[in-house]
Each structure stands twice: as structure tokens, then as C-alpha cells.
């Protein structure tokens, strides 16, 4: 492998020959779509609702002692 000076800019890049095309500019890669969100249940909302409830009263009971 050749060494270059820091100072000097990068070499040209060059396609390869029977390789993938280049990605796109950005900070994402394409790729297969996302399935679908599951909503949320009852369940899932009582279970949420239940832990919060807790911790306020958790919350209010350190404050006021």
C-alpha cells in the first residue's frame, strides 16, 4: 500500500469493476421497508398508566416527607 503525505488531498476513487453501486450521499442507506407498527392495546395503556400512577405517588410521598 502506498503512503501519502497528511497534507495532500485523498486520491481519486475509482468504481470497481462488477461491484455494488455506490450508495447514496447522507447518513442513511436505503433498505427494505419497515413492517407496520402493532397498536397499542388496552393492556399496554393500563400497565403505563398503572406505573405512572405509582411513581407520582412514590414522587409526592419522598417530597413530602
Known sequence: ???RPHDG???A???MPD???P????DRV????RPD?????RRQ????LTIALVVLVLLLVGILR
Not at 23 to 26: E, K, S, T, V
Not at 30 to 33: I, R, Y
Open 9 to 11: 488531498p485523498l486520491p
Open 13 to 15: 476513487a475509482y468504481p
Open 1 to 3: 500500500m502506498r503512503e
Open 30 to 33: 436505503p433498505g427494505p421497508p
Open 19 to 21: 461491484g455494488r453501486p
Open 37 to 41: 407498527r402493532v397498536p397499542i392495546s
Open 45 to 48: 395503556y393500563a400497565y403505563g
Open 23 to 26: 450508495q447514496p450521499d447522507g
